[in-house]
């Protein structure tokens, strides 16, 4: 069983940055594809950026390419997301994700969740 806590969330101003951190235990870390997801309130929780457990490859949504980066520590069991040129559409839960397969965009794959992390961006 994998647990996954995030943190690093908060309001910040459009244009800001913010950098979230996921700490992940109970489990081999380097054995996961990582991901963070994102929810906006009343809509559905969407995929923004994931990084392969084979190779480090990463991919995002393209509402956040250019502006995201996603990076992982294996020693240290954590993934990270640097966001850049916030924008007020940034706001929403952000949640981190497991799965012990390769990176997908589809929610149901990832079998563990973290409790998420609140990014809010003024304009």
């Known amino acids: 069983q994998v647990q996954l806590v995030e943190s690093g969330g908060g309001l910040v101003q459009a244009g800001g940055s913010l950098r979230l951190s996921c700490v992940a235990s109970g489990g081999t870390f380097g054995s996961y594809a990582m991901a963070w997801f994102r929810q906006a309130p009343g809509k559905e929780r969407e995929f923004v950026a994931g990084?392969?457990?084979?190779?480090?490859?990463?991919y995002y949504a393209d509402t956040v390419k250019g502006r995201f980066s996603i990076r992982r520590d294996n020693l240290k069991n954590t993934v990270n997301l640097q966001m850049n040129s916030l924008k007020p559409e940034d706001t929403a839960v952000y949640y981190c994700?497991?799965?012990?397969?390769?990176?997908?965009?589809?929610?149901?794959?990832?079998?563990?969740w973290g409790q998420g992390t609140q990014v809010t961006v003024s304009s």
């Open positions: 994700a497991a799965r012990s397969d390769l990176v997908t965009v589809r929610v149901n794959a990832y079998e563990y």
């Open positions: 990084i392969s457990r084979l190779d480090g490859g990463t």
